[in-house]
Protein backbone atom coordinates (compact mmCIF):
# COMPACT_ATOMS: atom_id res chain seq x y z
CA UNK A 1 0.00 0.00 0.00
CA UNK A 2 1.15 3.89 -0.93
CA UNK A 3 1.09 6.51 1.32
CA UNK A 4 -1.64 8.14 -0.30
CA UNK A 5 -3.91 5.16 -0.05
CA UNK A 6 -3.16 5.29 3.68
CA UNK A 7 -3.61 9.24 4.16
CA UNK A 8 -7.38 8.13 3.23
CA UNK A 9 -7.90 6.76 6.48
CA UNK A 10 -8.48 8.73 10.12
CA UNK A 11 -4.66 8.67 10.86
CA UNK A 12 -1.42 9.96 12.99
CA UNK A 13 1.57 10.41 12.18
CA UNK A 14 4.88 12.52 13.67
CA UNK A 15 4.58 15.35 12.10
CA UNK A 16 0.56 15.52 13.29
CA UNK A 17 2.07 15.01 17.15
CA UNK A 18 4.62 17.69 16.36
CA UNK A 19 1.74 19.99 14.87
CA UNK A 20 -0.65 19.44 17.83
CA UNK A 21 2.25 20.35 20.61
CA UNK A 22 2.99 23.74 18.47
CA UNK A 23 -0.52 24.48 17.90
CA UNK A 24 -3.21 22.39 18.28
CA UNK A 25 -5.47 24.82 16.03
CA UNK A 26 -3.33 24.70 13.41
CA UNK A 27 -3.94 20.65 14.02
CA UNK A 28 -7.43 21.20 14.42
CA UNK A 29 -7.71 23.20 10.80
CA UNK A 30 -5.47 20.97 8.39
CA UNK A 31 -6.56 17.59 9.71
CA UNK A 32 -9.83 17.98 11.68
CA UNK A 33 -11.38 20.75 9.15
CA UNK A 34 -9.39 19.99 6.18
CA UNK A 35 -9.06 23.14 5.79
CA UNK A 36 -6.98 24.06 2.21
CA UNK A 37 -3.95 25.54 3.01
CA UNK A 38 -4.45 29.71 2.00
CA UNK A 39 -0.88 28.92 0.41
CA UNK A 40 2.26 26.84 0.04
CA UNK A 41 5.18 27.58 1.34
CA UNK A 42 8.31 27.28 -0.99
CA UNK A 43 10.15 25.46 1.50
CA UNK A 44 7.97 22.74 1.71
CA UNK A 45 7.18 22.56 -2.55
CA UNK A 46 11.18 23.22 -2.88
CA UNK A 47 11.99 20.14 -0.64
CA UNK A 48 9.02 17.87 -2.23
CA UNK A 49 10.55 18.27 -5.00
CA UNK A 50 14.33 17.56 -3.64
CA UNK A 51 13.07 14.57 -2.18
CA UNK A 52 11.44 13.21 -5.23
CA UNK A 53 14.45 13.63 -6.54
CA UNK A 54 16.68 11.94 -4.08
CA UNK A 55 13.79 8.94 -4.16
CA UNK A 56 14.63 8.58 -8.03
CA UNK A 57 18.00 8.40 -7.59
CA UNK A 58 17.94 5.49 -5.23
CA UNK A 59 14.91 3.57 -7.29
CA UNK A 60 17.74 3.63 -9.87
CA UNK A 61 20.39 2.72 -8.16
CA UNK A 62 18.12 -0.25 -6.67
CA UNK A 63 17.45 -1.21 -9.87
CA UNK A 64 21.91 -0.88 -10.30
CA UNK A 65 21.68 2.02 -12.50
CA UNK A 66 23.97 4.57 -11.17
CA UNK A 67 22.25 8.32 -12.62
CA UNK A 68 24.52 10.70 -13.69
CA UNK A 69 24.65 14.36 -12.39
CA UNK A 70 22.97 15.46 -15.52
CA UNK A 71 20.01 13.16 -15.35
CA UNK A 72 19.26 14.24 -11.71
CA UNK A 73 19.51 17.77 -12.75
CA UNK A 74 17.05 17.28 -15.33
CA UNK A 75 14.38 15.06 -13.24
CA UNK A 76 15.09 18.07 -10.65
CA UNK A 77 13.84 20.84 -13.38
CA UNK A 78 10.93 18.98 -14.59
CA UNK A 79 9.76 18.26 -11.27
CA UNK A 80 10.13 21.81 -9.76
CA UNK A 81 8.64 23.02 -12.95
CA UNK A 82 5.66 20.96 -12.50
CA UNK A 83 5.49 21.90 -8.98
CA UNK A 84 5.97 25.69 -8.99
CA UNK A 85 5.82 27.78 -12.57
CA UNK A 86 3.19 29.46 -13.34
CA UNK A 87 1.79 28.62 -9.32
CA UNK A 88 0.07 31.33 -7.85
CA UNK A 89 -0.71 29.74 -4.60
CA UNK A 90 3.32 29.31 -3.63
CA UNK A 91 4.41 32.21 -1.08
CA UNK A 92 8.04 33.01 -1.81
CA UNK A 93 10.57 34.02 0.33
CA UNK A 94 12.45 36.97 0.13
CA UNK A 95 14.94 37.19 -1.71
CA UNK A 96 13.56 33.75 -3.59
CA UNK A 97 11.20 33.42 -6.62
CA UNK A 98 10.98 30.34 -8.70
CA UNK A 99 14.18 30.44 -11.23
CA UNK A 100 16.44 31.06 -8.16
CA UNK A 101 15.25 28.07 -6.05
CA UNK A 102 15.71 26.16 -9.37
CA UNK A 103 19.31 27.28 -9.47
CA UNK A 104 19.64 26.57 -5.55
CA UNK A 105 17.92 23.34 -5.83
CA UNK A 106 20.95 22.04 -9.01
CA UNK A 107 23.51 23.52 -6.82
CA UNK A 108 22.80 21.40 -3.59
CA UNK A 109 22.46 18.27 -5.76
CA UNK A 110 25.65 18.83 -6.98
CA UNK A 111 27.12 19.17 -3.71
CA UNK A 112 25.02 15.81 -2.40
CA UNK A 113 25.88 13.88 -5.39
CA UNK A 114 29.74 14.41 -5.10
CA UNK A 115 29.47 14.09 -1.06
CA UNK A 116 27.15 10.87 -0.85
CA UNK A 117 29.05 8.01 0.44
CA UNK A 118 29.43 5.35 -2.26
CA UNK A 119 28.05 2.73 0.06
CA UNK A 120 27.24 -1.00 -0.93
CA UNK A 121 24.04 -0.79 1.50
CA UNK A 122 21.72 -3.11 0.42
CA UNK A 123 18.09 -1.20 -0.81
CA UNK A 124 15.32 -3.05 1.22
CA UNK A 125 12.99 -0.21 0.86
CA UNK A 126 12.15 3.45 -0.33
CA UNK A 127 9.42 5.62 0.18
CA UNK A 128 8.34 2.82 2.43
CA UNK A 129 4.94 3.40 3.52
CA UNK A 130 4.01 1.87 7.23
CA UNK A 131 0.58 1.85 9.16
CA UNK A 132 0.87 0.56 12.82
CA UNK A 133 -0.98 1.16 16.29
CA UNK A 134 0.13 2.55 19.57
CA UNK A 135 -1.30 1.05 22.76
CA UNK A 136 -4.10 3.05 23.84
CA UNK A 137 -4.17 5.20 20.45
CA UNK A 138 -7.48 4.55 18.15
CA UNK A 139 -6.07 5.72 14.94
CA UNK A 140 -3.47 4.10 13.60
CA UNK A 141 0.01 6.09 13.11
CA UNK A 142 0.83 6.27 9.07
CA UNK A 143 3.91 7.66 7.32
CA UNK A 144 6.37 6.23 4.89
CA UNK A 145 10.27 5.95 5.14
CA UNK A 146 12.65 7.39 2.86
CA UNK A 147 14.93 4.68 2.54
CA UNK A 148 15.81 1.73 4.26
CA UNK A 149 19.17 -0.15 3.60
CA UNK A 150 21.27 -2.98 5.62
CA UNK A 151 24.83 -3.45 5.66
CA UNK A 152 26.49 -6.94 5.44
CA UNK A 153 26.03 -7.48 8.77
CA UNK A 154 22.31 -6.71 8.92
CA UNK A 155 22.48 -3.38 10.49
CA UNK A 156 19.21 -1.68 9.63
CA UNK A 157 19.72 1.91 8.17
CA UNK A 158 16.57 3.85 7.86
CA UNK A 159 17.19 7.42 6.01
CA UNK A 160 14.87 10.28 6.19
CA UNK A 161 15.68 13.18 3.45
CA UNK A 162 15.93 16.96 4.52
CA UNK A 163 16.58 19.99 2.79
CA UNK A 164 17.31 22.83 5.61
CA UNK A 165 18.14 26.37 6.15
CA UNK A 166 20.65 25.56 8.56
CA UNK A 167 22.89 22.77 9.95
CA UNK A 168 21.06 20.86 12.43
CA UNK A 169 21.88 20.70 16.17
CA UNK A 170 22.76 17.88 18.17
CA UNK A 171 18.97 17.93 19.57
CA UNK A 172 17.72 18.69 15.81
CA UNK A 173 19.07 15.34 15.65
CA UNK A 174 19.09 13.43 18.68
CA UNK A 175 15.20 14.57 19.57
CA UNK A 176 13.53 14.28 16.50
CA UNK A 177 10.42 12.29 16.90
CA UNK A 178 10.09 11.55 13.44
CA UNK A 179 13.18 9.27 13.44
CA UNK A 180 11.90 7.41 16.85
CA UNK A 181 8.68 6.87 15.21
CA UNK A 182 10.46 5.32 11.79
CA UNK A 183 12.17 2.98 14.79
CA UNK A 184 8.63 2.22 16.51
CA UNK A 185 7.58 1.64 12.60
CA UNK A 186 10.47 -0.98 11.46
CA UNK A 187 10.37 -3.23 14.90
CA UNK A 188 6.27 -2.96 13.77
CA UNK A 189 7.07 -4.38 10.78
CA UNK A 190 9.27 -7.83 12.04
CA UNK A 191 12.39 -6.13 13.00
CA UNK A 192 12.80 -6.56 15.86
CA UNK A 193 15.88 -7.64 17.77
CA UNK A 194 17.85 -5.76 14.81
CA UNK A 195 20.63 -3.03 15.09
CA UNK A 196 18.66 0.10 13.81
CA UNK A 197 20.87 3.12 12.96
CA UNK A 198 19.09 6.57 11.49
CA UNK A 199 20.22 9.15 9.61
CA UNK A 200 19.17 12.78 7.93
CA UNK A 201 20.85 13.34 4.71
CA UNK A 202 20.35 17.19 5.02
CA UNK A 203 20.76 19.37 1.64
CA UNK A 204 21.80 22.59 3.19
CA UNK A 205 20.59 25.91 1.99
CA UNK A 206 22.71 27.83 2.85
CA UNK A 207 24.97 30.60 0.55
CA UNK A 208 27.10 27.57 -0.12
CA UNK A 209 25.07 24.84 -0.44
CA UNK A 210 26.36 21.81 1.53
CA UNK A 211 25.30 18.25 2.47
CA UNK A 212 25.74 16.75 5.61
CA UNK A 213 24.84 13.35 6.98
CA UNK A 214 23.66 13.08 10.59
CA UNK A 215 23.74 10.02 12.13
CA UNK A 216 21.97 9.14 15.66
CA UNK A 217 20.09 6.04 17.03
CA UNK A 218 16.89 5.94 19.33
CA UNK A 219 16.57 3.54 23.18
CA UNK A 220 13.61 2.19 24.49
CA UNK A 221 13.37 5.22 26.53
CA UNK A 222 13.02 7.12 23.51
CA UNK A 223 10.54 5.19 22.45
CA UNK A 224 8.64 5.05 25.53
CA UNK A 225 8.50 8.79 25.80
CA UNK A 226 7.25 9.64 21.85
CA UNK A 227 4.37 6.92 22.65
CA UNK A 228 3.28 8.74 26.41
CA UNK A 229 3.26 11.73 24.05
CA UNK A 230 1.01 10.59 21.22
CA UNK A 231 -1.31 9.10 23.97
CA UNK A 232 -1.58 12.49 25.47
CA UNK A 233 -2.08 14.08 22.17
CA UNK A 234 -4.64 11.92 21.34
CA UNK A 235 -6.30 12.21 24.63
CA UNK A 236 -6.91 16.26 24.01
CA UNK A 237 -7.87 15.35 20.43
CA UNK A 238 -10.41 13.24 21.44
CA UNK A 239 -11.47 15.78 24.33
CA UNK A 240 -11.36 18.56 21.45
CA UNK A 241 -8.70 20.40 23.14
CA UNK A 242 -7.38 23.03 20.23
CA UNK A 243 -5.32 25.34 21.56
CA UNK A 244 -3.93 28.46 19.51
CA UNK A 245 -0.37 29.18 19.69
CA UNK A 246 -0.40 32.85 18.60
CA UNK A 247 2.83 33.74 19.87
CA UNK A 248 4.83 31.68 17.85
CA UNK A 249 7.33 32.74 15.36
CA UNK A 250 5.84 30.31 12.88
CA UNK A 251 2.86 32.50 13.04
CA UNK A 252 3.62 34.52 10.51
CA UNK A 253 3.90 32.27 7.58
CA UNK A 254 1.23 30.41 8.70
CA UNK A 255 -0.75 28.56 6.01
CA UNK A 256 -3.80 29.23 8.20
CA UNK A 257 -3.73 32.79 9.25
CA UNK A 258 -6.55 33.93 7.81
CA UNK A 259 -8.67 30.88 9.17
CA UNK A 260 -6.85 31.62 12.82
CA UNK A 261 -7.68 35.45 12.75
CA UNK A 262 -11.51 34.21 12.08
CA UNK A 263 -11.46 32.19 15.03
CA UNK A 264 -10.20 34.23 17.34
CA UNK A 265 -12.37 37.02 16.07
CA UNK A 266 -15.83 34.98 16.63
CA UNK A 267 -16.03 35.31 20.14
CA UNK A 268 -15.22 38.64 20.30
CA UNK A 269 -17.88 39.38 17.88
CA UNK A 270 -20.07 37.43 20.22
CA UNK A 271 -19.19 39.49 22.95
CA UNK A 272 -19.37 42.88 20.82
CA UNK A 273 -23.30 42.14 20.09
CA UNK A 274 -23.77 41.36 23.67
CA UNK B 1 51.37 31.15 -3.64
CA UNK B 2 54.85 31.13 -3.84
CA UNK B 3 57.32 28.30 -3.37
CA UNK B 4 58.66 30.09 0.09
CA UNK B 5 55.07 30.07 1.24
CA UNK B 6 54.61 26.16 0.06
CA UNK B 7 57.79 24.90 1.43
CA UNK B 8 56.76 26.80 4.77
CA UNK B 9 53.25 25.05 4.97
CA UNK B 10 55.06 21.78 3.62
CA UNK B 11 56.93 21.69 7.09
CA UNK B 12 54.06 22.29 9.12
CA UNK B 13 52.21 20.10 6.81
CA UNK B 14 54.32 17.07 7.62
CA UNK B 15 53.84 17.02 11.23
CA UNK B 16 49.62 16.61 10.64
CA UNK B 17 47.35 13.95 10.88
CA UNK B 18 45.94 12.95 7.73
CA UNK B 19 42.82 10.53 7.99
CA UNK B 20 39.70 9.32 5.81
CA UNK B 21 36.94 8.84 7.08
CA UNK B 22 34.33 5.57 5.61
CA UNK B 23 32.77 7.84 3.26
CA UNK B 24 35.83 9.45 1.38
CA UNK B 25 36.29 12.51 2.49
CA UNK B 26 39.86 13.76 4.26
CA UNK B 27 40.17 15.13 7.56
CA UNK B 28 43.25 16.84 8.99
CA UNK B 29 44.00 17.58 12.64
CA UNK B 30 44.77 20.92 13.48
CA UNK B 31 48.73 20.97 14.87
CA UNK B 32 46.97 20.95 18.70
CA UNK B 33 44.79 17.87 17.72
CA UNK B 34 41.60 20.18 18.78
CA UNK B 35 40.22 20.24 15.51
CA UNK B 36 39.44 18.32 12.34
CA UNK B 37 39.30 20.09 9.61
CA UNK B 38 37.41 18.87 5.89
CA UNK B 39 39.77 18.73 3.15
CA UNK B 40 38.07 18.34 -0.34
CA UNK B 41 39.94 17.32 -3.19
CA UNK B 42 38.95 16.56 -6.36
CA UNK B 43 39.06 17.01 -10.19
CA UNK B 44 37.40 20.78 -9.95
CA UNK B 45 38.71 22.11 -7.03
CA UNK B 46 40.79 21.77 -3.63
CA UNK B 47 39.66 23.02 -0.27
CA UNK B 48 39.23 23.05 3.10
CA UNK B 49 37.27 24.61 6.38
CA UNK B 50 40.53 26.32 7.73
CA UNK B 51 40.86 29.97 7.92
CA UNK B 52 43.87 30.05 6.16
CA UNK B 53 42.66 28.79 2.99
CA UNK B 54 38.99 30.86 3.89
CA UNK B 55 41.38 33.93 3.33
CA UNK B 56 43.52 33.30 0.75
CA UNK B 57 41.97 30.80 -1.95
CA UNK B 58 39.77 34.08 -2.64
CA UNK B 59 42.83 36.15 -4.08
CA UNK B 60 44.84 32.64 -5.17
CA UNK B 61 42.63 30.54 -6.80
CA UNK B 62 45.45 27.81 -6.42
CA UNK B 63 46.26 28.14 -3.00
CA UNK B 64 46.69 25.38 -0.84
CA UNK B 65 46.71 25.25 3.19
CA UNK B 66 49.15 22.86 4.87
CA UNK B 67 46.23 20.70 5.98
CA UNK B 68 45.80 19.83 1.53
CA UNK B 69 49.18 19.67 1.47
CA UNK B 70 49.43 17.30 4.10
CA UNK B 71 46.62 14.84 2.20
CA UNK B 72 48.42 15.71 -0.69
CA UNK B 73 51.87 14.84 1.13
CA UNK B 74 49.75 11.20 2.43
CA UNK B 75 48.64 9.52 -0.80
CA UNK B 76 49.17 10.38 -4.11
CA UNK B 77 46.70 12.09 -6.19
CA UNK B 78 46.18 9.31 -8.79
CA UNK B 79 45.59 7.76 -5.65
CA UNK B 80 42.80 9.52 -3.42
CA UNK B 81 40.08 7.83 -4.91
CA UNK B 82 41.00 4.15 -3.39
CA UNK B 83 42.73 5.37 -0.51
CA UNK B 84 41.26 4.47 2.90
CA UNK B 85 43.46 5.04 6.23
CA UNK B 86 46.47 7.40 5.73
CA UNK B 87 50.18 6.71 6.22
CA UNK B 88 49.51 8.08 9.84
CA UNK B 89 47.99 5.19 11.21
CA UNK B 90 49.03 3.94 14.54
CA UNK B 91 50.91 0.67 14.09
CA UNK B 92 48.60 -2.06 15.77
CA UNK B 93 48.20 -5.79 16.17
CA UNK B 94 45.01 -6.72 14.06
CA UNK B 95 42.31 -8.60 16.21
CA UNK B 96 43.05 -12.08 13.99
CA UNK B 97 46.18 -12.77 14.84
CA UNK B 98 45.16 -13.01 18.74
CA UNK B 99 44.04 -16.30 20.02
CA UNK B 100 42.22 -16.85 23.12
CA UNK B 101 42.79 -20.90 23.67
CA UNK B 102 41.36 -22.25 27.53
CA UNK B 103 41.33 -18.41 28.69
CA UNK B 104 44.90 -17.61 27.55
CA UNK B 105 45.99 -14.98 25.03
CA UNK B 106 48.33 -16.61 22.33
CA UNK B 107 49.66 -14.34 19.44
CA UNK B 108 50.32 -15.55 16.28
CA UNK B 109 53.72 -15.47 14.48
CA UNK B 110 52.57 -13.99 10.91
CA UNK B 111 50.72 -11.40 13.63
CA UNK B 112 53.94 -10.37 15.24
CA UNK B 113 55.54 -10.02 12.02
CA UNK B 114 53.06 -7.98 10.17
CA UNK B 115 53.01 -5.63 13.54
CA UNK B 116 56.91 -5.72 12.81
CA UNK B 117 56.28 -4.85 9.56
CA UNK B 118 53.78 -1.80 10.48
CA UNK B 119 56.67 -0.68 12.83
CA UNK B 120 59.33 -0.32 10.30
CA UNK B 121 60.85 -4.24 9.96
CA UNK B 122 64.06 -3.07 8.29
CA UNK B 123 65.81 -6.06 8.54
CA UNK B 124 65.00 -10.03 9.91
CA UNK B 125 68.05 -12.77 10.01
CA UNK B 126 68.30 -16.11 11.02
CA UNK B 127 71.21 -18.34 11.58
CA UNK B 128 70.79 -22.24 12.84
CA UNK B 129 73.09 -22.70 15.85
CA UNK B 130 72.65 -26.41 16.48
CA UNK B 131 71.51 -28.91 13.68
CA UNK B 132 69.07 -31.48 15.39
CA UNK B 133 70.91 -35.11 15.90
CA UNK B 134 70.83 -37.98 18.04
CA UNK B 135 73.47 -36.72 20.06
CA UNK B 136 71.83 -33.79 20.84
CA UNK B 137 68.23 -35.01 21.10
CA UNK B 138 67.23 -33.93 17.62
CA UNK B 139 67.40 -30.93 18.94
CA UNK B 140 67.01 -27.43 16.55
CA UNK B 141 68.49 -24.30 17.69
CA UNK B 142 67.98 -21.18 15.93
CA UNK B 143 69.21 -17.61 16.72
CA UNK B 144 67.49 -14.37 14.97
CA UNK B 145 68.26 -10.81 14.64
CA UNK B 146 65.48 -8.32 14.08
CA UNK B 147 66.80 -5.01 12.89
CA UNK B 148 63.81 -1.69 13.05
CA UNK B 149 63.96 1.54 10.95
CA UNK B 150 65.57 3.58 13.28
CA UNK B 151 68.66 0.91 13.71
CA UNK B 152 67.33 -0.68 16.75
CA UNK B 153 68.66 -4.27 17.05
CA UNK B 154 66.68 -7.34 18.72
CA UNK B 155 67.60 -10.84 18.95
CA UNK B 156 66.92 -14.07 20.68
CA UNK B 157 67.03 -17.59 20.30
CA UNK B 158 64.55 -20.52 19.82
CA UNK B 159 64.61 -24.19 19.87
CA UNK B 160 62.79 -26.97 18.52
CA UNK B 161 62.90 -30.70 19.47
CA UNK B 162 60.58 -33.51 19.10
CA UNK B 163 59.73 -32.98 23.34
CA UNK B 164 58.59 -29.89 22.47
CA UNK B 165 56.32 -29.60 18.92
CA UNK B 166 53.71 -31.67 18.13
CA UNK B 167 54.20 -34.59 15.70
CA UNK B 168 53.42 -33.31 12.87
CA UNK B 169 55.81 -30.68 13.56
CA UNK B 170 59.08 -32.83 14.80
CA UNK B 171 60.06 -33.47 11.01
CA UNK B 172 60.28 -29.81 10.32
CA UNK B 173 62.90 -29.07 13.75
CA UNK B 174 64.83 -26.34 12.22
CA UNK B 175 61.88 -24.18 10.56
CA UNK B 176 60.06 -24.45 13.89
CA UNK B 177 63.14 -23.07 15.41
CA UNK B 178 63.33 -20.92 13.25
CA UNK B 179 59.76 -19.57 13.69
CA UNK B 180 60.06 -19.43 17.40
CA UNK B 181 63.43 -17.42 17.18
CA UNK B 182 61.99 -14.85 14.86
CA UNK B 183 59.05 -14.76 16.61
CA UNK B 184 60.77 -14.19 20.05
CA UNK B 185 62.86 -11.12 18.80
CA UNK B 186 59.82 -9.61 17.06
CA UNK B 187 58.29 -9.67 20.17
CA UNK B 188 60.65 -8.09 22.27
CA UNK B 189 60.78 -5.17 19.07
CA UNK B 190 57.06 -5.01 19.90
CA UNK B 191 56.69 -4.79 23.16
CA UNK B 192 54.44 -7.59 22.75
CA UNK B 193 54.76 -9.86 26.55
CA UNK B 194 51.98 -12.57 25.42
CA UNK B 195 53.75 -15.85 23.98
CA UNK B 196 53.80 -16.98 20.13
CA UNK B 197 51.16 -19.63 19.66
CA UNK B 198 54.04 -21.21 17.97
CA UNK B 199 56.04 -21.34 21.01
CA UNK B 200 53.68 -23.85 22.77
CA UNK B 201 55.25 -27.30 23.54
CA UNK B 202 51.92 -29.05 23.73
CA UNK B 203 50.01 -27.53 20.41
CA UNK B 204 47.88 -30.44 20.22
CA UNK B 205 46.66 -30.38 23.19
CA UNK B 206 45.24 -26.38 23.04
CA UNK B 207 44.10 -26.84 19.31
CA UNK B 208 43.80 -30.63 18.51
CA UNK B 209 44.83 -31.99 15.24
CA UNK B 210 42.29 -32.19 12.69
CA UNK B 211 41.58 -29.94 10.20
CA UNK B 212 42.89 -26.53 9.93
CA UNK B 213 39.95 -24.34 10.52
CA UNK B 214 40.69 -19.81 9.96
CA UNK B 215 39.36 -18.66 12.85
CA UNK B 216 38.52 -14.63 12.88
CA UNK B 217 36.08 -12.77 15.06
CA UNK B 218 34.74 -11.40 11.63
CA UNK B 219 33.47 -14.69 10.32
CA UNK B 220 30.37 -15.41 11.64
CA UNK B 221 29.99 -18.89 13.72
CA UNK B 222 28.33 -22.13 12.30
CA UNK B 223 24.61 -22.07 13.12
CA UNK B 224 24.16 -23.62 16.93
CA UNK B 225 24.15 -26.85 16.46
CA UNK B 226 23.42 -29.54 19.24
CA UNK B 227 26.71 -29.99 21.63
CA UNK B 228 26.88 -34.38 20.57
CA UNK B 229 26.44 -33.44 16.56
CA UNK B 230 29.23 -30.73 16.20
CA UNK B 231 31.53 -32.58 17.64
CA UNK B 232 30.40 -35.85 15.65
CA UNK B 233 31.04 -33.54 12.67
CA UNK B 234 34.46 -32.35 13.51
CA UNK B 235 35.37 -35.96 13.76
CA UNK B 236 34.27 -36.61 10.46
CA UNK B 237 36.11 -33.84 9.07
CA UNK B 238 39.15 -35.07 10.65
CA UNK B 239 41.87 -36.05 8.09
CA UNK B 240 44.46 -39.13 8.13
CA UNK B 241 47.27 -36.59 8.24
CA UNK B 242 47.29 -33.05 7.07
CA UNK B 243 50.08 -30.44 6.87
CA UNK B 244 49.53 -27.44 9.21
CA UNK B 245 51.36 -24.14 8.61
CA UNK B 246 52.67 -23.08 12.16
CA UNK B 247 51.45 -19.21 10.92
CA UNK B 248 47.97 -20.05 10.17
CA UNK B 249 45.43 -19.26 12.75
CA UNK B 250 44.02 -22.43 13.34
CA UNK B 251 41.44 -23.84 16.03
CA UNK B 252 40.42 -27.18 16.43
CA UNK B 253 38.68 -29.50 19.18
CA UNK B 254 40.49 -31.88 20.89
CA UNK B 255 39.15 -35.26 20.39
CA UNK B 256 40.16 -36.68 23.13
CA UNK B 257 38.60 -34.06 25.46
CA UNK B 258 34.77 -34.33 25.02
CA UNK B 259 34.89 -31.54 27.63
CA UNK B 260 36.88 -29.25 25.89
CA UNK B 261 34.64 -29.70 22.66
CA UNK B 262 31.86 -28.60 24.94
CA UNK B 263 33.43 -25.34 25.77
CA UNK B 264 34.21 -25.00 22.16
CA UNK B 265 30.66 -25.38 20.97
CA UNK B 266 29.65 -22.53 23.72
CA UNK B 267 32.48 -20.44 22.85
CA UNK B 268 31.22 -20.33 19.41
CA UNK B 269 27.79 -19.79 20.16
CA UNK B 270 28.81 -16.91 22.34
CA UNK B 271 30.72 -15.56 19.39
CA UNK B 272 27.43 -15.81 17.86
CA UNK B 273 25.88 -13.44 20.14
CA UNK B 274 28.92 -10.64 19.91
CA UNK B 275 29.18 -10.15 15.84
CA UNK B 276 31.98 -7.43 15.08
CA UNK B 277 30.71 -3.75 14.78
CA UNK B 278 29.01 -3.52 11.22
CA UNK B 279 30.17 -0.99 8.71
CA UNK B 280 26.82 1.46 9.38
CA UNK B 281 27.89 1.44 12.85
CA UNK B 282 31.73 2.01 12.03
CA UNK B 283 29.95 4.84 9.60
CA UNK B 284 27.96 6.51 12.97
CA UNK B 285 30.39 6.25 14.92
CA UNK B 286 32.87 8.16 12.66
CA UNK B 287 30.03 11.12 11.79
CA UNK B 288 29.18 11.61 14.97
CA UNK B 289 32.58 11.70 16.72
CA UNK B 290 33.13 14.55 14.10
CA UNK B 291 30.02 16.37 14.79
CA UNK B 292 31.37 16.67 17.90
CA UNK B 293 34.44 17.24 17.25
CA UNK B 294 36.54 14.35 18.68
CA UNK B 295 39.55 13.54 16.99
CA UNK B 296 40.12 9.54 15.82
CA UNK B 297 43.31 9.37 18.20
CA UNK B 298 40.98 10.25 20.97
CA UNK B 299 37.98 7.95 19.71
CA UNK B 300 40.31 5.23 19.64
CA UNK B 301 41.70 6.51 22.84
CA UNK B 302 38.62 5.99 24.80
CA UNK B 303 37.53 3.23 22.91
CA UNK B 304 40.18 1.44 24.24
CA UNK B 305 39.91 2.77 27.31
CA UNK B 306 36.12 1.94 27.52
CA UNK B 307 36.06 -1.21 25.87
CA UNK B 308 39.09 -2.35 25.92
CA UNK B 309 39.69 -3.00 22.17
CA UNK B 310 40.31 -0.80 19.19
CA UNK B 311 37.69 0.89 17.11
CA UNK B 312 37.98 -1.50 14.20
CA UNK B 313 37.87 -4.41 16.77
CA UNK B 314 34.26 -3.71 18.71
CA UNK B 315 31.45 -6.03 19.22
CA UNK B 316 28.32 -4.94 17.57
CA UNK B 317 26.94 -4.80 20.95
CA UNK B 318 29.78 -2.19 22.14
CA UNK B 319 29.87 -0.04 18.75
CA UNK B 320 25.63 0.25 19.77
CA UNK B 321 26.63 1.37 23.45
CA UNK B 322 29.95 3.52 22.00
CA UNK B 323 27.21 5.22 19.49
CA UNK B 324 24.73 6.24 22.45
CA UNK B 325 27.81 7.73 24.31
CA UNK B 326 28.88 9.63 21.73
CA UNK B 327 25.17 11.20 21.23
CA UNK B 328 25.04 11.85 24.41
CA UNK B 329 28.52 13.88 24.44
CA UNK B 330 28.23 17.74 24.55
Redo the contacts between chains.
Sequence with gaps: MVLSDLRKTEHLSASSIGTYVECSLLYKFSKIDKIPMEQKSDAMEFGSSIHKTLEYYYIEKMIGEKLLLKDIHEFFETTWKIRAEDKTDIGYTKGHDFKSLLMLGKDLLTVWYNKIPDDNYNILGIEEAFSFYLPGIEFPFIGAMDLIEEDKSGTIIITDFKTSGKAYSKDDVDQNQQLTLYQLALKSMGYVGREILLKFDTLIKTKTPKFEQYWTTRSELDEHRLIRKAVQVWDGIQKGVFIPNDTSWKCKNCSYKVACDEWFSERFNERSAA | MTAKEIQKRNVKADQLRVMQS????FFVESSKGKILYNVVI?EDAKSCTCGDFAKNSKNDPAFKCKHILAVENSVPEEDIESAKFLDKNIPRLKDGFLKNIKGKDFVLYAGVLDLATQKGLLKLEVELLQYPTKENGNEAICHAVAEGKNGEVFSDVGDANPGNCTEMIAKHLIRMASTRAKGRALRDMCNIGIACLEELSDLDDVVGSGTPQKNSRKTPAPKAKPAAAAIKETEEKKPAATTQKASEPVEKVNSKEKDSKETQTKDSKTEQKE???????K??IY??SR?RGISVETLEGVCIEDYGTTLENLS?TDA?AF??TL?QAA
Excluded at chain 2, 22 to 25: K, L, V
Excluded at chain 2, 275 to 281: F, G, H, L, N, T
Aim: avoid cysteine; proline fraction near 5%.
Design positions: EDGQNPSMSEAQRANLRSSIRQ
